[in-house]
């Protein structure tokens, strides 16, 4: 037996996947803000944009201290989650046109943000999936007029932290077993992935804090976002590198879900969500945990309001902060925060003076690879669901990416109109800051730049150099542009090149087959995999072990299947359950093949033991 475990869009077949495929090899028109633009540089009218609060602090600083001051002194106003627009990345992909193609201000929306003119850019930590970017390709309509590309634009990168509230209730101070050399609480990634999955064994602070009293009965409050947020996909995700099973594709979803509503969190409960959505009021709903305490995530700009550490030695101790992180199959763990006395407060609270270098701000990512970044002339319209950071090895390891969406050509996403081209036109200069200038203070503002260091085996092509790239190729009515004198624009090292050869449309390479198992595991008599794989095609997933000379067949299955992430869980066969009563462990084989519609097969193998229930042997003893 097996069952496919999905969410979202999960694996299933959708014809619009095709949308994007065909977007990826469509030639972009002349960027730059050439003739295609009326309007000249700065000289636009205000927007705004939504989605990510954890780009909050970052949009503040490039609308208030960039755009205005280095970009387009005197030029039109930008604002960030105003106007009465949704907050979180998935209301940022959602008015670009996710969910089913309508675009906040565009053909289809009504009502409020619709009447104060809607969003021309937003803001996700969460990519968008090969079925999100065809809906937003699509538009609204069947028709072909509203059909635009929209651009995915790296231009941040964060750490989302592990925040905790100690119980007022707990005995202090805490047993020094229980603390780092900072004197913050240690948890390990087996403990981190118990208490989110409110595994038996991981549920009390006396469960994950052995030896502390006043509290050791305590619910562990787990706190997490209202609405669908990055900083949720990133921490799943790295808790499933780690070895959890938890949904990805189901964004707001957690094991044994017990909300009440939202905003209050009864002694009992163990999932607790806040009153509104963002970051900053899932920090207010475990900040009012005062007796009971939580547990919580977000992301670093968010979490240095009051979640830095006074480490005093007298009272009252510091019970809100957030905590280092085991990096992944690895007993050492790391700081959110790159700078050595970064993780403390200013003051503190014995009036004593801090170390150099405390409260000192900068997201500890600059060492994170992210991996399955597009390729093409202009990766920006190419799929970057698959693009990962956290699971590091090496370094801190809940890493993230915060991208920019924006159209290609408004004209042809909210219509040709004047009243458009303004707004294109800022939204074109305000991105130009953005990843440009905009970069240069991110560090001071707890995030990491998007990094200009050469990709693997893409000598000359940086992820800053890709971002540039596609906020260079955003125009104005190319249609009319293109029936001209169409060019093509491709990525250089620093600054997009452009050429001026005609147009020619080339045919679509093979689908690619390279996939990720993302984690493995065993529950019980169960072997689970999770799998992110490129596209839709057939996926075929077989488990085998060697018993007495021979090849035992554990389970197996074949299912088509669309892009994204899931997981496969096959049971194990009866033959196999009868050899395992003879047995301590049977080590298993299993072999993950995946063939792409229209593609060649790609294989991998993981290997998991399963637990016999044999006893062990004990040699008889003689007595003479």
């Known amino acids: 037996m097996f069952s496919f475990n999905l969410g979202g869009a999960g694996w299933k077949r959708i014809a619009l996947l095709s949308a994007v495929a065909a977007a990826a090899i469509v030639p972009l028109a002349a960027s730059s803000s050439q003739a295609a633009f009326t309007d000249p540089a700065c000289g636009g009218a205000a927007i705004s944009g939504n989605g990510s609060t954890l780009q909050g602090v970052a949009q503040t600083f490039w609308s208030t201290n960039v755009f205005p001051v280095l970009n387009c002194p005197g030029g039109p106003a930008v604002t960030y989650n105003a106007n009465g627009n949704a907050t979180g990345s998935g209301a940022g992909r959602n008015a670009m046109g996710a969910a089913d193609g309508v675009r906040v201000g565009g053909t289809g929306c009504s009502g409020n943000p ?119 996909f990133a921490l799943k995700s790295f808790l499933n590198h780690a070895g959890g099973t938890f949904d990805v594709a189901n964004n707001t979803a957690w094991p044994d879900d017990d909300t009440g509503t939202p905003g209050t969190c009864a002694s009992t409960q163990t999932i607790c969500r806040s009153a509104s959505t963002g970051g900053g009021n899932l920090r207010t709903e475990l900040n009012s945990l005062g007796t009971e305490g939580g547990i919580g995530y977000l992301a670093l700009p968010d979490a240095r309001s009051g979640y830095d550490f006074d480490p005093t030695a007298t009272a009252p101790h510091d019970t809100t902060y957030w905590i280092k992180v085991q990096a992944v199959g690895t007993s050492t763990f790391f700081d959110p925060d790159a ?16 170390p150099a270098g405390s409260g000192a701000k900068g997201s500890n990512c600059q060492t994170t690879t992210f991996g399955n970044i597009p390729a093409g002339a202009d990766p920006t319209i190419g799929d970057w669901s698959q693009v990962d950071g956290t699971g590091s090895t090496t370094g801190y390891p809940i890493c993230t990416l915060t991208y920019d969406l924006a159209y290609d050509d408004d004209a042809a996403a909210y219509g040709n109109t004047q009243t458009e081209q303004d707004k294109a036109r800022t939204v074109k200069d305000y991105l130009t800051g953005v990843v440009g200038a905009g970069q240069g203070g991110l560090f001071a503002n707890d995030y990491d730049p998007v990094n200009n260091a050469a990709l693997p085996g893409r000598p000359g092509v940086s992820l800053l150099s ?105 049971n194990a066969s009866a033959s196999t359950l009868s050899a395992l009563k003879k047995l301590k462990s049977l080590r298993v084989t299993v072999k993950i093949t995946f063939t792409p519609t229209g593609g060649s097969a790609a294989s991998k193998s993981v290997t998991l033991t399963l637990k016999g229930s044999a006893k062990p042997k004990h040699k008889s003893k003689h007595h003479r």
Not at 153 to 174: E, N, R, Y
Not at 471 to 490: E, L, M, R, S
Not at 549 to 564: E, H, I, N
Request: proline residues 8%.
């Open 339 to 354: 700078n050595a006395n970064g993780y403390r407060t200013t003051t503190d609270a014995d009036a004593s003076t801090p």
């Open 466 to 570: 890709i971002a540039q790239g596609g906020v260079n190729a955003i125009g104005w009515n190319k249609a009319a542009d293109q029936n001209n004198t169409p060019t093509t624009t491709t990525v250089a090292t620093t600054q997009p090149t452009t050429t001026s050869t005609p147009t020619q449309t080339q045919p679509p390479g093979p689908p690619s087959n390279k996939f990720t198992v993302t984690s493995s595991h065993v529950s019980g008599h169960k072997l689970v995999v999770s799998i992110q794989l490129p596209g839709a095609g057939r996926l075929s997933v077989k488990a085998t072990a060697s018993y007495k000379g021979k090849t035992l067949t554990v389970g197996s299955t074949s299912k088509s299947v669309g892009g994204g992430r899931g997981s496969v869980t096959l």
């Open 114 to 232: 619709c009447n104060a003119g809607g969003s021309r850019f937003s803001g996700s930590d969460e990519p968008p999936t090969p079925t999100e970017q065809a809906h937003m390709n699509n538009g609204p309509t069947s028709a072909t007029t509203d059909d635009a590309v929209i651009h995915v634009i790296p231009v941040a990168a964060a750490a989302i932290t592990v925040v905790v509230h100690i119980p007022g209730s707990c005995t202090q101070p805490l047993p020094a077993g229980d603390l780092d050399s900072t004197g913050r609480i240690i948890l390990t990634n087996a403990q981190l992935i118990g208490i989110f999955s409110h595994a038996s064994g991981f549920r009390t602070w006396g469960d994950v804090l052995p030896g502390v009293a006043g509290c050791d009965t305590q619910v562990i409050h787990r706190v997490v976002r209202l609405d669908s947020s990055g900083s949720t």
